[in-house]
T-cell receptor, first 110, second 115 residues
Framework: KQEVTQIPAALSVPEGENLVLNCSFTDSAIYNLQWFRQDPGKGLTSLLLIQSSQREQTSGRLNASLDKSSGRSTLYIAASQPGDSATYLCALGGYSTLTFGKGTMLLVSP | GAGVSQSPRYKVAKRGQDVALRCDPISGHVSLFWYQQALGQGPEFLTYFQNEAQLDKSGLPSDRFFAERPEGSVSTLKIQRTQQEDSAVYLC?????????????FGPGTRLTVL
């Protein structure tokens, strides 16, 4: 059974810092990995999707990497802004399901 | 364009009541998923439809939970004889293609509180 761990559980940084969120998983037999953000009381917004054959994806200030051999993914956020404050979730794609971690709660202070 | 919509957004039920939660996926999306998210946790998979066929229901926690998608579009998650442990946010997601899994687009969720 896939197990997903996200570290840290919570992170507080001042505006402008670069930061890294970590995700580790136990089963490397995946189709893809997705990073989502979740704002309080809202659904999930897809940020980046990395296919199993890929090593990284970039979108604006976000960069996600995937290393299946070590069972790790990182989400790098450059020049953080208060609007980045949210919970960030990684999810591993099996054939028909996503398995989520518990998320990292990020607070970026002005 | 319209995203995934869910109704109601909030539902309060007394223990023992039946509830029905609705999901309208993005038009044309083949795959539809239901997840349950407890407070402070990540979403957990409940069930998966490809068109009207329910291909995976391994995540449904008990036989009180039932989901359907009769015409391959709108889906309903029904919970019978609700219990306090059913209190959670129920998220619906849709994906353009059938398996293997592609990018999923989520609705805002229905927050169920069982008193």
């Amino acid at each position: 059974k896939q197990e997903v761990t996200q570290i840290p559980a919570a992170l507080s940084v001042p505006e402008g810092e670069n930061l890294v969120l970590n995700c580790s998983f136990t089963d490397s037999a995946i189709y893809n990995l997705q990073w989502f953000r979740q704002d309080p009381g809202k659904g999930l917004t897809s940020l980046l999707l990395i296919q199993s054959s890929q090593r990284e994806q970039t979108s604006g200030r976000l960069n996600a990497s995937l290393d299946k051999s070590s069972g790790r993914s990182t989400l790098y956020i450059a020049a953080s802004q208060p609007g980045d404050s949210a919970t960030y979730l990684c999810a591993l794609g099996g054939y028909s399901t996503l398995t989520f971690g518990k998320g990292t709660m990020l607070l970026v202070s002005p | 364009g319209a995203g995934v919509s869910q109704s109601p957004r909030y539902k309060v039920a007394k223990r023992g009541q039946d509830v029905a939660l609705r999901c309208d996926p993005i038009s044309g999306h083949v795959s539809l998923f239901w997840y349950q998210q407890a407070l402070g946790q990540g979403p957990e998979f409940l069930t998966y439809f490809q068109n009207e066929a329910q291909l995976d229901k391994s995540g449904l926690p008990s036989d009180r939970f039932f989901a359907e998608r009769p015409e391959g579009s709108v889906s309903t998650l029904k919970i019978q004889r609700t219990q306090q442990e059913d209190s959670a946010v129920y998220l619906c997601a849709s994906s353009l293609a059938g398996g293997p899994i592609g990018e999923q687009f989520f609705g805002p969720g229905t927050r169920l509180t069982v008193l």
